[in-house]
């Protein structure tokens, strides 16, 4: 039986020399583990098939190779050389499509033979598709390129013999490990480190990416693999199962690290398998596909890839955090750590002790604190108060133990003071509040933590877990307090940051349920005041913030603050100065923690002038704080930035003046400098001119054209610029546009000019200015334009299919206007296309709210007929409704197809 089935494998084939066909038999063989693979087999078992299969092709090709070469090669390739597997394949972690690392270790003896013997073996890998990467080297070649270069001597801690001389290879590793391995284990853990931390800027700071690397983002099978290079190092183990059996692993960890690897070694050969490379991004329509494989099935509360992408957190969230722990007991402990541990550590509070930077509990007096809820509280307070950190290894015990403290015991009023002074500061909030969380702390607290922990948001919007988005805004509240500006100034305003924070923490935990999450939220925060103990006024406030937690935004985004039927409404609801306060900053700290970048000052100046035209209504009096001496310093400043510029000095007064006829949201949402050049564009502005002002911006990387000339030039002055920006391939990202009192239109656009990397030249950003300015001077057109554009819309790619489009019409908040909301997947043209369509429909745009989020557009239009009067006719009003839907209906679903054409014919 084995004769029969060595003749019919790849070895036996290559054997014969019959390329073809050994090609063919690996393809079938291969074929046969990806079905078991589809037909349910464990990653491991893959692996392990995979490894097998590979290795026996490579072990009969160096065996028939050193028989070809003949007879002093017999002697050089049993006696004086090896053939050594390295890497991923050294630990026999062999995905579908994995890279092969091997290795010729010979004696200097062999020296004329290895040339020849490797040239065999490679170049028939080569012939039946392998990729591999190898290497020809000595022992002493070995051990002098492990001390330059740190990958190489992580690659042969891994190796693994496969034929040859079995002496050489026991030979290597004895000197390898002495003469490398233990000698230089410290710095070499040091240098581990920091590879893998370059790897996380890059792959990915956070374990909660919407499309993870699963083999290098943060919570990845590299942080398992940087737990095992670590414990080779400093324990000379080589597995998992050694470190469980040597007690330098606990069998909670190990068995929690198994799981984890198990979960994703099975993603990451299906991802292989589906792409038919070695694909490592678990894409949005992956994650689809998978969570239908893993079988999971969409629930009214949660979509089944929510499910399953919910799985894929806490599992990485959980090999990241027992992988950390293990490499930082793998460290060396510095000389003053070791001295300090020799002197009498100072008693804090009578349970705590202080160990340098670390805070830690007595062993004799560790029970105690973690059968007690109020030293737990008291524990995580002291380390906030005096800025240290818990250890590592206490931690760890708070995490096996806290599920078994009754919840009761949490319930009381020491612990709920304890918590609200946390939630007070000073000291990092957020930070504590992580500590808890990661503690599995927090649920005891906020019990729907343990709910919403690792709970994708699968909506294109947001980047983070509602667990981790929840913290960062913490974050990036308390952020604000050194932040300069209005935001910064009204943070420190705040009384009661205590129950700004619990607001924060508390504002989306209401996701993942049937209902809408802000209808969950307020129950959650009723439940959350009576546990702590808040009266009826604390009650109500917190339940306002967490229920009406988007109210602002909405207001600020989609609305006119000028208009009083949308501004009494709104203060009506906030009612108090304190309340608006805490509103403002829980909103901007919400958008903060989205995603990077998704706080523009665009939005900023949006929510503060919300805030300003707010303020006065609900405190009686209007705060000079922000009124004619903030104005006056901004004139100022302009000033200044004029007087660097060409041309004739700006006065005070007259800055002032032209200030005021924008609405406050321009003044505080633009730079000086930009303000400085738009002001000297007005004042060159003649009757029928056109000026164009562009910038780049470096930090951002966007371009800015702000288009300067009057209202009665020519209609439709938006959708002209819009069109422009499309046919030249410019994606929109945000819109200003403003139409003063005096008829002079600023209308501002933030773009992203995909064409370029960096700065686009010079001429580019001009030449886009000219094309404006002959367009709306009429003498060229927008469909000519595009006409002559090649442009294919553009964006980043998405799950297949897309979000319904929503057309909805509001003749109820203006008295002026007729309000259209636009909610829709975001496409490169796609303003352009609103913006034409409403101009067919015989309206003029008065103001506009644009805005992207991420992949999703909510674009808000003031809009008029074209003798400036409201709509009223319920009939046209529904006219307009769907002639707007249907064009964007229309350009999204052929932007798909064209979408997917160009992806099939990639393809194939």
Avoid at 515 to 538: N, Y
Avoid at 564 to 579: G, H, I, N, Q, S
Wanted: hydrophobic share 40%.
């Amino acid at each position: 039986m084995r004769k029969r089935l060595q003749d019919e494998s790849p070895i036996g084939l290559l054997q014969d020399g019959a390329i073809g066909a050994v090609t063919a038999a690996l393809a079938n063989q291969r074929q046969a583990i990806h079905q078991r693979l589809l037909a349910g087999a464990s990653g491991a078992e893959v692996m392990a098939a995979l490894t097998e299969l590979v290795d026996g092709l490579i072990i009969g090709r160096y065996r028939d190779a050193v028989r070809t070469i003949g007879a002093e090669a017999v002697t050089a390739g049993f006696q004086h050389c090896c053939l050594i597997a390295l890497g991923g394949y050294g630990r026999r972690e062999l995905a579908p499509y994995s890279d092969i690392d091997i290795m010729f270790l010979f004696r200097p003896e062999a020296g004329s033979t290895v040339a020849s013997l490797s040239g065999q073996v490679l170049h028939h890998l080569w012939d039946v598709g392998f990729q591999v990467g190898h290497s020809v080297r000595t022992i002493q070649d070995c051990i002098e390129l492990a001390a330059t270069d740190v990958t190489i001597q992580t690659s042969m801690m891994e190796a693994r013999f496969l034929a040859g001389s079995p002496d050489l290879f026991q030979d290597f590793q004895r000197r390898y490990l002495r003469r490398v391995v233990t000698r230089g284990a410290d710095r070499y853990i040091e240098r581990k480190i920091a590879e893998r931390r370059r790897e996380y800027e890059k792959f990915g700071e956070t374990v909660y990416l919407l499309e993870p690397n699963v083999k290098k983002s943060k919570g990845g099978l590299r942080d398992l693999h940087v737990l095992q290079w670590a414990g080779m190092a400093r324990y000379q183990a080589v597995t998992l199962q050694e470190f469980a059996d040597r007690g330098i692993l606990s069998r909670q960890d190990y068995q929690a690290l198994l799981e984890a690897r198990e979960f994703l070694w099975r993603v990451r050969a299906l991802l292989h398998v589906h792409a038919g490379n070695a694909q490592e991004i678990l894409t949005f329509d992956e994650q689809v596909r998978l969570a239908e494989r893993f079988g999971f099935q969409d629930r009214p509360n949660m979509l089944a890839v929510e499910q399953f992408m919910q799985q894929y957190y806490r599992h990485t969230m959980g090999l990241h955090e027992r992988c950390a722990r293990f490499v930082d007991r793998c460290r060396r402990v510095p000389v003053w750590r070791r001295l300090v541990r020799l002197l009498p550590a100072p008693r804090v509070d009578g349970h705590f002790v202080v160990a340098g930077p670390c805070l830690t509990v007595p062993t004799a007096l560790r029970n105690r604190v973690l059968d007690s809820p109020v030293l737990l509280l008291k524990l995580f307070h002291l380390a906030q108060s005096r800025r240290l950190t818990i250890d590592t290894h206490l931690l760890d015990e708070i995490h096996r133990s806290v599920d078994s403290v009754s919840d009761e015991s949490f319930r009381t009023p020491e612990v709920s003071r304890i918590f609200l002074t946390i939630l007070s500061g000073p000291g990092s909030v957020a930070g504590t509040l992580e500590a808890m969380h990661r503690a599995h702390l927090l649920e005891k607290l906020i019990p729907v933590f343990a709910t919403v922990r690792g709970l994708m948001q699968f909506n294109q919007y947001h980047k983070y877990t509602v667990d981790e988005h929840s913290l960062l805004a913490v974050a990036k509240a308390e952020a604000l307090e050194q932040q300069k500006g209005i935001l910064g100034e009204v943070y420190q305003e705040i009384r009661r940051k205590d129950m700004l924070h619990l607001a924060i923490l508390l504002h989306d935990l209401g996701k993942g349920r049937e209902e809408d999450h802000s209808e969950v939220g307020r129950a959650l925060a009723e439940e959350t005041a009576a546990r702590l103990g808040f009266d009826e006024q604390e009650t109500r406030t917190l339940v306002f913030l967490v229920h009406q937690h988007l109210l602002m935004a909405h207001t600020a985004f989609r609305r006119d603050p000028y208009d009083e039927k949308v501004l009494l409404p709104f203060a009506r609801a906030v009612a108090t100065p304190e309340v608006l306060r805490k509103l403002l900053v829980l909103t901007a700290a919400d958008i903060a923690a989205v995603g990077p970048g998704m706080l523009t000052k665009w939005k900023e100046s949006l929510l503060i002038e919300l805030y300003l035209r707010t303020l006065p209504e609900v405190s009686g009096e209007r705060d000079t704080a922000y009124g004619p001496e903030r104005l006056r310093r901004l004139a100022n400043d302009v000033a200044r930035e004029a007087a660097t510029r060409a041309g004739e000095p700006m006065a005070v007064e007259w800055i002032e003046s032209q200030l005021g006829q924008f609405p406050l949201r321009y003044a505080y949402g633009t730079a000086p400098s930009r303000i400085a050049a738009h002001l000297a564009a007005i004042r060159r502005l003649r009757e029928t001119d056109v000026l164009v002002e562009e910038s780049f911006n470096e930090a951002l990387g966007t371009c800015e054209y702000t288009v300067v000339t009057v209202d009665d030039l020519t209609p439709g002055i938006f959708s002209k610029i819009a069109g422009v920006m499309a046919a030249k391939g410019l994606q929109i990202l945000d819109a200003q546009i403003i139409t003063r009192h005096d008829g002079i239109v600023v209308d501002t656009f933030q773009v992203s000019d995909l064409d370029y990397a960096g700065a686009p030249p010079v001429e580019r950003r001009a030449g886009i200015g000219r094309t404006i300015v002959r367009i709306l001077k009429g003498e060229d057109t927008v469909e000519n334009l595009v006409g002559r554009s090649s442009r294919l819309p553009s964006g980043r790619r998405l799950p297949s299919g897309r979000q319904p489009t929503e057309v909805q019409v509001d003749n109820e908040t203006s008295d002026r206007f007729t309000i259209i909301d636009v909610f829709a997947d975001d496409r490169q043209g796609l303003l352009y296309v609103i913006t034409h369509a409403i101009f067919k429909l015989g309206l003029s745009v008065h103001a506009a709210r644009i805005s992207t989020r991420l992949d999703q557009v909510a674009d808000v239009f003031y809009v008029s007929d074209l003798e400036g009067a409201k709509i009223m006719d319920h009939a046209q009003l529904e006219a307009i409704r769907v002639a707007i839907k249907g064009e964007i209906d229309r350009f999204l679903d052929k932007s798909v197809g064209e979408h997917e054409g160009v992806s099939s014919g990639a393809s194939s």
